[in-house]
């Protein structure tokens, strides 16, 4: 150890290696059990890995409000961690690293989390933890791993049989009355990453006051070495399975409003989980709602190198490509993908012409808000006296065309900050404003025409809420974002589509020919390791100390700076501080900026719009080509920052 630490003084000293590095491989060692750590830190000190222990230990894996995130298979693999070799060709072990997602780090997560939840139940009963787990390497390990750590402190716990969804997770804490449930993801990320997403009672995300008490919890923690409690007081481990997924596949099926639109629909549905969860629910439900359904069967492994793409991500095209061939082959009407934890969908349909179109996820979610205020019109649900109690919610980087769509029907529109989380809390505010006395004891065992009774009399009727990327929610009983549910919502604005004979490209057109064309979009630089995240703060920051004057020749009109701003949303409730600017111009094209809190980039949103009216198709060509001018002025200007 003492001519370990002779060449990392060395190596500090030489300019190789940052001194924070240095510090954190000695924490890290001081605490590791086993000599995984030991031997992998001095295989890339002999061989000179710098840059690889630099990404490694940089820092100490942050816990945030979303949890934990990072490189679970470093760039470089020690022989250490190779080891034996894993499944689906991972490593033995994950990577050693203080920045990395590895057993040192989830257990600091798990035992911090369970620390605060043991305080939350009280000294009469015991803490209730449920863990959930995608197809990742090293997911299914990880999710063993902390549900006996918490068995160990004396927390009953639930463990998924397999891999499931998020948002199953998210109803099973619910369902389950848990104090706190996490499931280990990294959603869409690259294959050698991994995560640990946590979730508090009431099925949605870490916010406060919680999540500075839990991550305080989880700062107290440096070492992976702990007692655990003798036997009699441990917790009890269960097991769910196939019965307590037919409770989930059964409330899915609720989210239906008009289910007479899909007897005899037998569209043909091209559907692929991206070898993620999706398939475990999706596939039959889409049969049992009576759509001809075609999966694709090399995606239909669960398999965490997601070996068929370039990325498990829905929202790039080239993800749907294997799902877009099949259709054109079979002549399916419509694709749909998730990514592995099934909480992002993805869809390309056929148009007039017969070719297949995809769709961005603000226009997904655009045709699933409309249809769905519009349907709660239909049915009598809405009316004047209780349209302002009903509300739309989504992020403030989503399109502002489900804006105009509320505005349009008269029911409320509430933005919140990025993250599903912060549409969670709105949910939880307008269930707790429910008198007491009138939930019958138990909110959770209502149903959901119940629920929605009370919500129109006594707080506010969530209808549907939505996020750009790819995210989509119509019930309170899930709290976090839900591609099992929005693929049976979104089979269902499809039957509805075809029930009045037109294509789903004919029925946006619609909708932006009554509400004005809105186009969006996405871009992000990517600027990995150690260097790219001081890139990234720096320019976020930037923005924030300088923002522009002017933008691709046209004057600013206002800079939103949600990091600096005291902001409030359309309810008068207050904002959390959060490092995004948004900037909107004179010409009514508007962008944002914002560090990603999951991936080494920094995100820009891009906004344009055209009033309704007129010619659309030369709308849709002018909003397109002042957006692309935008975006190079963006690219040249962050150049100079």
Known sequence: MSALTAQLESAVAGGQLLAAAKTNIEALLAGATGDVALRSVTELVEKGEWTELNDRFFKTLAFGTGGLRGRTIGKVVTTAEQGQGGPNDRPEHPCAGTATMNFFNVGRAVRGLITYAKQFAGPDRKAVLVFAHDTRHFSRDFAEFCAKVSTDFGCDAYLFEGPRSTPELSFAIRELRADAGVVLTASHNPSTDNGFKAYFNDGAQIV????????????????????????????????????????????????????????????????????????????????????????????????????????????????????????????????????????????????????????????????????????????????????????????????????????????????????????????????????????????????????????????RFFVF?????????????????????????????????????????????????????????????????????????????????????????VKVDKVRDFATHDLFDQEGDALPKEKMIFVDLEDGRSFAVRPSGTEPKIKFYLFGKAAPGGDLAEAKAKVAAVLDSLWKWIEEDSKTR
């Open 208 to 459: 406060e006051p919680h999540a500075t008490a839990i991550i305080n919890e989880v700062n107290a923690i440096a070492s992976e070495r702990y007692d655990a409690l003798p036997e009699s007081e441990r917790g009890k481990l269960t097991v769910l399975g196939a019965a307590f997924d037919a409770l989930y596949h059964a409330r899915l099926k609720t989210l239906l409003m008009q289910p007479q639109l899909l007897q005899g629909a037998a569209t043909k549905v091209v559907y692929s989980n991206l070898h993620g969860t999706g398939g475990h629910i999706i596939e039959p439900m889409l049969k049992d709602l009576g759509f001809d359904l075609l999966t694709v069967p090399e995606q239909d492994i669960q398999d965490g190198r997601f070996p068929t793409v370039d990325s498990p991500n829905p929202e790039n095209a080239s993800a749907l490509k294997m799902g877009i061939d099949l259709a054109e082959k079979e002549n399916a009407s419509i694709v749909i993908a998730t990514d592995p934890d099934c909480d992002r969908m993805g869809v390309a349909v056929r148009d007039d012409a017969g070719k297949m179109q995809l769709l961005t996820g603000n226009q997904i979610g655009s045709l699933m808000a409309w249809y769905r205020v519009k349907t709660a019109f239909d049915l009598g649900w809405l009316n004047d006296t209780t349209r302002n109690r009903a509300v739309l919610i989504k992020t403030y980087v989503t399109t502002e065309l489900q804006a105009e769509i509320a505005t349009g029907f008269g029911i409320g529109l509430v933005d919140t900050l990025t993250g599903f989380k912060y549409i969670a809390e709105k949910l939880r505010k307008y269930e707790n404003a429910i008198p007491a006395d009138k939930k019958g004891g138990d909110y959770r065992s209502l149903s959901e025409a119940e629920t929605r009774a009370l919500r129109l009399e006594y707080s």
């Open 465 to 553: 809420g939505g996020e750009e990327s790819y995210g989509y929610l119509g019930s309170d009983s899930v709290r976090d974002k839900d591609a099992n549910g929005a693929a049976v919502m979104f089979a269902e604005v499809a039957a509805y589509a075809k029930s009045v004979g037109k294509s789903i490209v004919a029925l946006l057109d619609e909708i932006y020919t009554q509400y004005g064309y809105h186009l969006e979009r996405g871009k992000s630089l990517v600027m990995e390791g150690a260097d790219g995240a001081a890139k990234i703060q720096a320019l976020a920051t930037s923005y924030s100390t300088n923002p522009p004057q002017t933008a691709d020749g």
